[in-house]
């Protein structure tokens, strides 16, 4: 009997999986941080045989070709992609066996052009289970308009006729198993529960439940932005990721974490939000350590700008390290760890954090203003009447747009927020933090209003 084990990555609403007989495995789509692999095959008393690409990633860089690599197993990638590194390359129908398992290559494209599912069979039985990678989804899609605006729409037509090329090829009960989904920006629409079949999606999947220029106009229409470093993820995943090299950085001193923010460049400290408003290196940002700590950080950063981090602890800075690596930040410049205190030198800044309730008592006070640093399509679908709009992501380019006075600054929940506060902090603005969750705004009074 065939098992499949699960490896997520909540942070950036992934997952992996291995499947195994007991005795020899394969592993679809893995993280970068391949250790999880091998440590899921040893405990399975399996050999990885062979390592399975559904598509060239854009949100993560793949332990695909270090997992083959370390495991001297067979690394399968698209035939129609173009890639700098030695693979077996798969075509439609084609068939790998594995003890009992057998895999067979069904092209899907849409999500990407070389996008694969793979479709498991035990014996010659019926299939049991699909790994659709960003193709099908829970009730969902993959996102299509990743590689360009000139692609979107042709690929927005083929997802509709792959996903559909699914559910007319499998029966009820066969199993889906996507990578994306599960919080990830690669996905076009929200996602709903943490399984499915093709009998399942035949029910609940957009694209099954439409006509294909009403799927088309539907999900172009609601695409939102998604994180800007994914330019950089294809193209990295097309040379050959090596596995990361997760030694410590080396440590800076006070005096060293002055310089380099006087410079420019970012010193990130990971604690905890309010902690960072209540006291924090002069310069710093804010972006606390959790999930989805590197998806947002990795946003928010222009590309290979200089990073240092600030920590309680090593362990932390290790922890965000590994995270880092995933989205391709391989290379950090120091890092420190201890009392804020003890590294800012004598130069301590702080700004104050407030609630809706606050800001609802304070509404419209002289000096006043009121920044919204939420996604487009968040902010379309409501905010409040007067405020300014500039994505967190932006924010660090466009400071000089906010209008002067004191700013109050809010996402959906807080975490955003800090970001913006402290990179608004960083640009000598006066700020406070509004830490609370969106749907309390309305309830309290505040002036909340759509676009039309």
């Known amino acids: 009997m065939h098992e499949v084990v699960t490896i997520e990555t909540p942070g950036l609403g992934d997952r992996s999986y291995l499947i195994h007989d007991g005795e020899t495995a394969v592993v679809i789509d893995p993280q970068r941080d391949i250790d999880r692999m091998l440590q899921a095959a040893q405990a399975a008393g399996a050999r990885i045989s062979h390592v399975l690409e559904t598509h060239i990633h854009n949100d993560y860089i793949t332990g695909g070709l270090a997992l083959a690599r370390a495991t001297g197993a067979a690394y ?74 000139e692609q979107t729409e042709p690929l927005t037509r083929a997802q509709y006729r792959s996903v559909r090329r699914l559910a007319d090829e499998l029966p009820d009960q066969v199993a889906v198993y996507p990578t994306h989904g599960f919080g990830s920006f690669c996905s076009a629409t929200p996602t709903s529960g943490s399984s499915s079949t093709i009998g399942a999606e035949r029910r609940a999947n957009v ?12 999900l172009i ?56 408003a209540g006291g924090h290196l002069t310069g710093s940002i804010s972006v606390e350590l959790g999930d989805p700590f590197a998806t947002y950080l990795a946003w928010t950063i222009r590309w290979g700008t200089p990073l240092t981090l600030v920590a309680e602890s090593p362990g932390q800075v290790a922890a965000a390290q590994l995270q880092l690596t995933r989205v391709g930040i391989d290379r950090l410049e120091a890092a420190a760890a201890g009392t804020v205190g003890d590294l800012a030198g004598g130069r301590l800044s702080s700004y104050g954090v407030r609630d809706f309730a606050a800001l609802a008592a ?81 309830p309290l009074g505040l002036p909340v209003t759509a676009d039309d």
Not at 208 to 213: A, F, H, Q, T, V
Request: hydrophobic content about 40%; some cysteine.
């Open 76 to 149: 399968i990638v698209a035939a129609a992609e173009e890639v700098g590194f030695s693979r077996a390359a798969a075509r439609d129908g084609d068939e790998i066996t594995v003890g009992d398992l057998t895999l067979t290559v069904m092209v899907t494209p849409g999500h990407t052009p070389g996008h694969l599912s793979w479709v498991l069979r035990e014996g010659p039985g019926d299939p049991v289970a699909v790994f659709t990678g960003g193709s099908m989804l829970f009730g969902a899609v993959g996102r299509t308009d990743l590689i360009s605006p």
């Open 207 to 218: 694209a099954l439940n439409s006509d294909e220029d009403g799927f088309v106009k539907q």
């Open 221 to 276: 229409a609601g695409l939102g932005a998604y994180p800007r470093y994914y330019a950089q993820m294809g193209p990295a995943n097309r040379s050959g990721p090596a596995a990361p090299d997760l030694s410590p950085p080396r440590r800076a001193d006070a005096g060293e974490l002055r310089r380099r923010i006087d410079a420019g460049e970012w010193v990130v400290d990971l604690r905890q939000r309010r902690a960072f």
């Open 362 to 442: 304070a509404w419209g006070h002289d000096g006043q203003v009121v920044l919204d640093v939420r996604r487009p399509d968040e902010w379309h679908a409501g905010h409040l009447a007067g405020a300014v709009h500039i994505p967190f992501w932006d924010l660090e380019q466009r400071a000089g747009e906010v209008p002067p006075g004191e700013v109050w600054v809010h996402c959906a929940s807080g975490f955003r927020a800090a970001i913006g506060a402290s990179l608004l902090h960083r640009a000598g603005r006066q700020v406070v933090h509004i830490d609370d969750d969106w749907d309390r705004a309305a």
